[in-house]
């Protein structure tokens, strides 16, 4: 199963990615969603893991586009994200994202939601 994470923070990458290598996963990383865009077009990642505020390309623009690109039609895509607002989660969950983590991130939650999201890939 190979994840690509997309998150400007590079303490919460080097978190995740460890957590997920550790489990068996083959884990890509991106800082912002123009280099997500094109690791992916490469790579063809099962799940997206996207932070939904970043610089020059935020996650739901970039789910957006994910979305649009047939190739992509069988992936995965959740949110990791500090908001909480109503409007937020509604705009991320219409343009084609599957689920939410909410930061602050707790690895083993962050984990049970990768297993189950696997669910859907296969």
Same mark, same amino acid.
């Given at each position: 199963m ?7 923070e ?12 550790k489990?068996g ?6 800082s ?5 865009l ?7 990642p ?5 932070d939904?505020?970043?610089p ?5 623009e970039?789910?957006?586009l994910? /979305? ?10 959740t949110?990791?994200?500090a /908001? ?7 705009a991320?969950l ?24 696997? /669910?859907?890939v296969k």
């Amino acid at each position: 199963m190979k994840i690509l994470l997309v998150d400007d923070e590079p303490d919460i990458i080097e978190i995740l990615k460890f957590n997920l290598e550790k489990e068996g996963y083959e884990v890509l990383t991106a800082s912002n969603g123009i280099e997500a865009l094109e690791i992916a077009e490469k790579t063809v990642p099962d799940i997206f893991v996207l932070d939904i505020m970043m610089p020059e390309m935020d996650g739901i623009e970039l789910c957006g586009l994910i /979305r649009e690109n047939k190739k992509f039609d069988k992936s995965v895509i959740t949110f990791l994200t500090a /908001r909480k607002e109503d409007y937020t989660q509604v705009a991320a969950l219409g343009i084609g994202g599957d689920d939410f983590i909410a930061k602050p991130i707790k690895p083993n939650v962050f984990l049970s939601k990768i297993k189950a999201l696997s /669910r859907l890939v296969k």
